[in-house]
């Protein structure tokens, strides 16, 4: 499965009132609607698994790639996320319906529209047995924000002025100037809290091998390279134990061997189900498939605009051509939803009627148009010309997508090459431009942090991290810092509506299809989340015996 960076600028907020505000403010601008929902003609979203009726001795757990580290600073991605969920905690929780909750802070408050103090919880231990105070708080936070670790989360906290221990379990951040976006961040990777003493311990290795000394409900067991990692069950866990005692992180780079390892019982479930199988496993009789809502969308990011992809008709024209129901229906399993735009419904469902349909108004055209596309590459002087698109064994999503884009590049007069990446190699795309060298585009599907279209439409501004074609407009960055400023839903949202217009415009980011989350669940086990939530939440601590 493709994966995807997570760093984002964030900008200013104006709060509407410097009193105290409570964590429900937030909550309440969180979250899709509940519940199951149609999801088109191969797939019904599930808002969860049935509840675990008894604990497990284990579990087992398939990944499309091993960890590179599980160090919190590195956490940007699928296989680190899906591991580290369950062995460290943030000060807030996202939960499996997506909304906003306390995580390690018990309570986080806004005395005035820069100041965010969060009350830790009591008596957290982390799993070396020592007790989490403020410092410790302290210095997992100021480890996201120093340049020399070159965090993937470092922009979320490019508006912090300072963070301090205000008390034995208080900590006051200030801001450089209001911003709403920085506490919903604080329940994902960026406001993971580790023991300072652990850290420092560890040294250069930390995250890559020993424990990592964190409050989750699981401790990091053995790491075998190449092949596994095991979670173990934390006894001395602050909140509800984990149903089962050890839980078992299978890297399966193939997907046809991850299906098998599912069919046959040696794996127990997974996220991020290989598309091909989605069919097998259904109808396999041997456990249940299901889709939750993933905040994702498949695109084609534009990673270099010196060549003929500089011209904003040749992106236009690529648009045109690609065929995205053949797409969904080949390369997403038929569990998909064509789209032109590259947020998700779903992110949109707090904001007002007339905000949601000024979002979805005038976007990218999702009809092929051949004859349009050719005439636009033409006009362009572009005929004949080369571009090069990222492909990969990782998933038949990412592979048919790339095959998709070479078949549009043939038809409308481009000749569009592709270069095979390493599943494992996949995710350096994302931080390493060296990587990106020699690359026009690659399939990418981003999923969102956060329940906010910002999340998304801040990656066009000038310097943002995934800004890869190095686009700035300073009109754009303005409308970014006005929609971050604007804490009222209907403002905010119109703000946002005009974002995802140029975005669509400017298309360096091609919008192909929605998403859903895939899981897959034998008849043994149930209680994991449907939602992507699993990439912030312990979802594991959930999962135990189906009978």
Not at 56 to 72: G, H, I, N, V
Not at 279 to 285: A, E, I, P, T, V
Not at 448 to 463: E, H, I, M, Q
Request: glycine share 8%.
């Amino acid at each position: 499965m493709p994966p995807t960076a997570h760093p984002r600028p964030r900008r200013a907020a104006v709060l509407t009132a410097a009193a105290v505000t409570s964590l429900s403010l937030l909550a309440a601008c969180s979250g899709p609607p509940a519940g199951p929902s149609g999801g088109g003609d191969g797939f019904r979203l599930s808002a969860d698994t049935p509840a675990a009726k008894g604990g497990l001795d284990s579990f087992t757990w398939a990944l499309y790639a091993e960890p590179p580290t599980l160090d919190p600073t590195m956490a940007f991605d699928y296989p680190q996320n899906t591991i580290l969920s369950n062995v460290c905690e943030s000060l807030m929780r996202w939960t499996p319906q997506l909304t906003l909750a306390p995580g390690l802070a018990e309570k986080a408050t806004n005395p005035d529209p820069t100041t965010w103090v969060y009350d830790l919880r009591s008596g957290v231990h982390f799993h070396d047995g020592s007790v989490m105070t403020a410092e410790d708080v302290v210095y997992s936070l100021d480890r996201q924000r120093d340049p020399e670790n070159a965090a993937a989360w470092a922009q979320v906290f490019q508006n912090v002025d300072s963070i301090t221990a205000t008390g034995p379990l208080r900590v006051t951040v200030k801001l450089k100037q209001p911003d709403s976006q920085f506490p919903q961040y604080m329940a994902t990777a960026a406001g993971t809290v580790t023991a300072k003493a652990g850290v420092e311990a560890a040294g250069k290795d930390y995250g890559t091998s020993g424990s990592l000394d964190c409050t989750g409900p699981f401790t990091l067991g053995d790491w075998a390279k190449g092949q596994s990692i095991e979670l173990r069950r934390f006894d001395g866990y602050w909140g509800t134990k984990a149903k089962s005692a050890r839980a078992v992180f299978r890297f399966l780079t193939d997907p046809s061997a991850r299906t098998n390892a599912m069919l046959s019982g040696e794996i127990d479930g997974g996220y991020l189900i290989p598309t091909e199988s989605y069919d097998r496993l259904k109808k396999s009789g041997v456990g249940t498939l299901y889709f939750g809502e993933g905040l994702s969308t498949v695109n084609v990011n534009i990673t270099s605009t010196k060549g003929a992809l500089g011209d904003v008709r040749v992106r236009k024209a690529l648009s045109l051509a690609l065929d995205r129901s053949g797409f969904v229906k080949a390369g997403l399993g038929g569990a998909g939803t064509v789209t032109g735009s590259l947020t998700t419904k779903a992110v949109w469902a707090g904001y007002p009627e007339a905000v949601r349909t000024d979002a979805f108004a005038h976007l990218t055209p999702t009809d092929q148009d051949i004859q349009q596309a050719r005439a636009l590459v033409e006009q362009a002087g572009a005929t004949g010309k080369t571009l090069t698109v990222a492909t990969s064994s990782i998933g038949q999503d990412v592979s048919l997508l790339a095959t998709a884009v070479q078949n549009a590049g043939a038809r409308i007069g481009l000749d569009v090459q592709l270069k095979t990446i390493a599943p494992n190699a996949f995710t350096a795309l994302f931080t390493d431009p060296q990587a990106r060298e020699g690359l026009d585009m690659f399939p990418e599907t981003y999923y969102d942090s956060v329940t906010d279209p910002l999340d998304l439409l801040s990656n066009f501004r000038t310097g943002a991290y995934q800004n890869y074609p190095g686009f700035s407009d300073k009109a754009y960055d303005d409308l970014v810092d006005r929609a971050a400023a604007a804490y009222d839903p209907a403002e905010r949202g119109a703000i946002e509506a005009k974002l995802q217009q140029t975005a669509s415009e400017q298309l360096f980011w091609i919008p192909v299809a929605e998403w859903p989350t895939a899981l897959f669940l034998n008849k043994r086990i149930t209680g994991a989340p449907t939602t992507i939530s699993y990439l912030y939440y312990p979802w594991a601590a959930d999962v135990g015996a189906a009978r």
